[in-house]
């Protein structure tokens, strides 16, 4: 089965930088296409960065330029490093994992970016 866990969230301040990861395991990593996704108080959970099997990537214009996504396939890892961070940017983030019609998604790491 499975699983995907999400870390290095927090409070950071505006214009700040902040990497999550999330660590990856139960089955082949490397065939997944993975993506970060957020969630925002009151608002629809969006896609903002994708990486493809291939290392192929896409962002929403909202985070393009500030935000990078990046997948180690040797510690079944993917990464996305945010920078000038804003406070629209406040939100859960979820990682999620996505084979052949199958999503699986992490439990989510809070991201605050507030003076």
């Known amino acids: 089965q499975v699983q995907l866990v999400e870390s290095g969230g927090g409070l950071v301040q505006p214009g700040g930088s902040l990497r999550l990861s999330c660590a990856f395991s139960g089955s082949r990593f490397s065939i997944f296409a993975m993506g970060w996704y957020r969630q925002a108080q009151g608002k629809q959970r969006e896609l903002i960065a994708s990486?493809?099997?291939?290392?192929?990537?896409g962002y929403a214009d909202s985070v393009k330029g500030r935000f990078t996504i990046s997948r180690d396939n040797a510690r079944n890892t993917v990464y996305l490093q945010m920078n000038s961070l804003k406070p629209e940017d406040t939100a859960v983030y979820y990682c999620?994992?996505?084979?052949?019609?199958?999503?699986?998604w992490g439990q989510g790491t809070q991201v605050t970016v507030s003076s």
């Open positions: 999620n994992a996505y084979f052949v019609g199958i999503d699986y």
């Open positions: 990486v493809t099997s291939a290392g192929s990537t």
